[in-house]
């Protein structure tokens, strides 16, 4: 309800972006609680919150992709999405000759966006070498393809010059990423709930 009536007030009174952002990123709270609802107490499970094990991994990660979705919205409520009208270059080089606070945040932007797909890469490859992760192989394989999908919608975003159905589905990536993340993290707490359970 909260969440609604923030809404309403940045509309009506065109608040500024860091707030606009708040909203936003309030909304992605209230996304990942349901979410977390669905996932334990739907299943008729005990709540549960653990850091022990790879499930500190995952959640950091979704709260690095939580950070960067974050980051896309006060690009985008403060205007700054054309601010590199190009792709992948800005303004014509790689790092421009002068950049305005748009401009860096635009960039602060798309290099978060390279270390993330790193950061995927990193995970898949990881499920090669360290055999507890193994069976999140799958999933980490989504994950990364899902990383450089949205890189490559970030640049349509661009070239399309803020096309409301790229926006969307940039932001739909976004909460896929957070989902997948999600999840891993809560099996991995399940898993060591069972395991303390057991002891």
């Known amino acids: 309800m909260g969440e609604i009536l923030l809404g309403g007030v940045v509309v009506l009174l065109e608040l500024p972006v860091q707030l606009t952002t708040l909203h936003f990123m309030t909304g992605l709270v209230v996304f990942l609680l349901a979410f977390y609802m669905m996932l334990f107490e739907g299943g008729g499970e005990q709540p549960g919150f653990s850091l022990s094990r790879f499930s500190g991994l995952f959640f950091f990660m979704?709260?690095?992709v939580f950070s960067q979705a974050a980051l896309g919205a006060y690009v985008r409520h403060s205007q700054a999405g054309l601010s590199c009208p190009d792709f992948p270059t800005c303004m014509g080089?790689?790092?421009?000759p002068f950049a305005d606070w748009p401009a860096l945040v635009h960039l602060s932007h798309r290099f978060t966006a390279f270390l993330l797909a790193l950061t995927f890469s990193a995970l898949y490859a990881a499920t090669f070498v360290e055999a507890r992760i193994a069976k999140y192989r799958n999933t980490a394989f989504i994950l990364l393809v899902l990383g450089f999908a949205q890189i490559g919608v970030g640049a349509l975003v661009v070239l399309?010059?803020?096309?409301?159905?790229?926006v969307a589905v940039h932001?739909?990536?976004?909460?896929?990423?957070?989902?997948?993340?999600?999840?891993m993290w809560a099996r991995e707490v399940r898993e060591a709930s069972d395991i303390s359970q057991v002891t």
């Open 93 to 96: 080089a790689w790092i421009p």
């Open 62 to 64: 979704g709260l690095f």
């Open 171 to 183: 932001l739909a990536l976004a909460l896929g990423m957070l989902s997948l993340l999600f999840h």
């Open 160 to 166: 399309s010059g803020l096309s409301f159905v790229a």
